[in-house]
Structures are given as C-alpha cells and as structure tokens.
C-alpha cells in the first residue's frame, strides 16, 4: 500500500487481497508505528478482520466461483 494513502487515512486498520486465480486472501493489518502485519491464508482456513469483527471460512468468499483450468503448451 502506498504512503500516499496511509498518511490519507490514518485510521486505516487493516486491508485484505483476495486472489482472483486461486483460493488464497492475504491480510495486512496495522502493527506498531509504521509496521504492518501480513498473514496468507489458503482455502481451508478462516479469515478474521478485527476491525469490524468479521469472521468466516475463505470457501465463503468464493462460493460459486469457477477458476480457470490453465493449459500450458511446449
């Protein structure tokens, strides 16, 4: 994440990447000072956002979601 909009938003707790190719999400949450945590998690595994108490398993988050089966050709 940029500076630009740490400095913007300085309440800004915690963001989350959900992966569009595989059933991974990443979360980064806000450490001390200028720190910020990352933590991955794969399909099986459940995702909390502590800043509006939110929790739920990462299948949720792509229920009905079809990924792509790639080819790759020598």
């Known amino acids: 994440m ?5 400095s913007l938003f300085p309440s800004f707790q915690e963001y989350v ?9 990443e979360i980064y949450r806000r450490g ?3 720190m910020w945590l990352w933590n991955f998690y794969k ?7 502590e800043s ?3 929790q739920c ?3 949720l988050l792509y229920a009905g979601v079809a990924f792509e089966v ?5």
């Open 2 to 6: 940029s500076r630009c909009v740490r």
């Open 17 to 25: 990447l959900v992966d569009s190719e595989s059933t991974s999400v």
């Open 32 to 34: 001390e000072g200028k």
């Open 43 to 49: 399909a099986w595994e459940a995702i909390a956002l």
């Open 52 to 54: 509006i108490e939110f």
């Open 57 to 59: 398993h990462i299948e």
């Open 70 to 74: 790639r080819s790759y050709q020598k």
